[in-house]
């Protein structure tokens, strides 16, 4: 077989997935209910991680050619490419694994909501996408950088590298917000890139929304596994009334985002989701003498009013909050 003739290996012939044999008693892995990460064998419980689903080589839909395998997410398995003919560009291609309809009706959905953003320079663009063979693709431009929680292990930020961050990225949410009326809701370090040229962009719309669009069965099914968000990261409304969270609910993301930028650890610390929640509805937003005299006192307020607890307290568009940035650099 060449190169150019090979697929992904999903299917046994009978439509099923095959995902390899537990090698302590032999039966097939099953996809674990609960951790899509983790394949589990249903007669002695054995647990692994799963398998990558494309080799190293292989050329998908005639186009793109695998170049190595980068990570996995919560729903796609995560790869290097480049399109064929063109060695020096580089993609990164994202696969739906376990594709049932729900997950689908998300991926797509992340695909459409790219695809329209394609002309913002602070949001990683899409190139294609595409379903075959039961599976689902989206390829989208590669980003040469680290994101800001791999950055933060090999430095500290200052005051102004970070209120630098947080002007990016509030532009980034404040065009997709009147633009669009997209709210992201999972604002966090990991989903913040800085490319090698320093520039901003954000990343991984797999739970983003239209505001005021329905989509009941895609949250409800995000409800019940827990990963409606990144806890530490969501706001109070955002554990009580995911579906109806509005621009603001990525605000109090975005201030939880640069307190860990600036002190190195999440505004809150816990063992479990439901002690994020306890937290989250108690404590937000955190107290003055937790930013331990790592910035100025403007800064501190900016933080704490874009985490309260009440909505209505925070910043009331975007507009305001990257005026008050922009005094906070100025004064820098």
Same mark, same amino acid.
């Given at each position: 077989? &060449? ?36 394949? /589990? ?16 080589? @292989? ?8 170049? &190595? ?9 995560? =790869?290097? $490419? ?17 594709? #049932?309809?729900? @997950?689908?009706?998300?991926?797509? /959905? ?9 002309? %913002? ?9 595409? +379903?075959?063979?039961? &599976?689902? =693709?989206?390829?989208?431009? =590669?980003?040469?950088?680290? #994101? ?22 509030? /532009? ?43 989509? @009941? ?23 009580? #009334? ?29 063992? @479990?989701?439901?002690?994020?929640? #306890?937290?989250?509805?108690?404590? !937000? ?9 790592? $910035?100025?006192?403007?800064?501190? /307020? ?14 009331? !568009? =975007?507009?305001?909050?990257?005026? +008050?940035?922009?005094?906070?650099? %100025?004064?820098?």
């Amino acid at each position: 077989m &060449s190169d150019d003739d090979k697929t992904i290996v999903l299917d046994t012939g009978t439509g099923a997935p095959d995902y390899g044999n537990c090698p302590v008693c032999g039966q097939k892995f099953q996809p674990d209910p609960e951790d899509v990460e983790l394949l /589990r064998c249903p007669a002695c419980n054995f647990v692994k991680k799963t398998v990558t689903i494309i080799e190293v080589g @292989s050329v998908i839909a005639h186009k793109y050619r695998v170049l &190595s395998y980068l990570n996995g997410g919560g729903y796609g398995s995560i =790869y290097l $490419c480049h399109p064929l003919g063109d060695i020096s560009t580089r993609y990164v291609l994202k696969v739906l694994k376990q594709p #049932n309809d729900v @997950s689908k009706k998300r991926f797509k /959905r992340e695909a459409g909501i790219l695809s329209s953003l394609n002309n %913002n320079k602070r949001i990683a663009r899409i190139m294609d996408y595409w +379903e075959a063979s039961g &599976s689902t =693709y989206i390829v989208m431009e =590669y980003i040469n950088g680290s #994101n800001l929680k791999e950055l933060y292990k090999n430095c500290e930020f200052d005051e102004e590298t970070v209120l630098t961050i947080a002007f990016e990225v509030a /532009r980034a949410l404040q065009d997709i917000w009147n633009e669009f009326k997209i709210i992201h809701r999972d604002i966090k370090p990991e989903n913040i890139m800085v490319d090698t040229d320093s520039h901003i962009k954000l990343l991984d719309f797999g739970l983003s929304k239209q505001y005021g669009k329905e989509l @009941s069965q895609t949250s409800k099914i995000t409800m019940a596994h827990s990963s409606m968000g990144t806890p530490g990261y969501m706001s109070p409304e955002h554990f009580t #009334n995911f579906k109806d969270v509005d621009f603001r609910s990525d605000i109090y993301s975005l201030g939880a985002t640069l307190f860990y930028l600036l002190t190195g650890r999440e505004s809150m610390e816990a063992d @479990s989701v439901m002690e994020y929640y #306890n937290q989250t509805m108690a404590f !937000s937003p955190p107290p003055v003498e937790s930013f331990q005299n790592r $910035c100025s006192e403007g800064c501190i /307020r900016m933080i704490r009013k874009m985490m309260q607890r009440n909505i209505a307290d925070r910043h009331h !568009s =975007y507009e305001e909050l990257i005026a +008050e940035i922009t005094a906070l650099l %100025n004064g820098v």
